[in-house]
């Protein structure tokens, strides 16, 4: 390697582990979510408090501009989580597709 340059295969790699990563926190948010609903308590604990904080902070950013466009359903369900998931799986294939294309 010269220069310094990043294989095409270690990018598509480092991306797949980055929306594997992402799309698990996505998934812990939608566990948490379900744990208040069942304990009837906003706080879910000492030893899950941190946790939940931490993934809210990390998933909340990505589902705040999905949830303005998503329409008001009228049910307690929140469909972000899912349409996330769905969007990030899909421009991550998009974009493996096209780096290895250039490959």
Not at 29 to 46: D, H, K, L, Q, S
Request: aromatic share 4%.
């Amino acid at each position: 390697m010269d220069g310094g340059v990043v294989p095409v295969p270690s990018v598509v790699m480092v991306i797949n582990v980055a929306v594997t990563l992402l799309i698990a926190v996505l998934v812990l948010r939608i566990i948490f979510a379900n744990f208040r609903v069942v304990a009837g308590r906003e706080r879910p604990g000492r030893v899950l408090g941190p946790v939940s904080d931490y993934v809210i902070d990390v998933t909340e950013p990505i589902l705040r501009p999905i949830r303005r466009v998503l329409p008001d359903t009228g049910l307690s369900l929140d469909f972000s989580p899912l349409v996330a998931i769905i969007a990030i799986d899909l421009i991550a294939r998009l974009l493996t597709a096209a780096l290895l294309r250039v490959m």
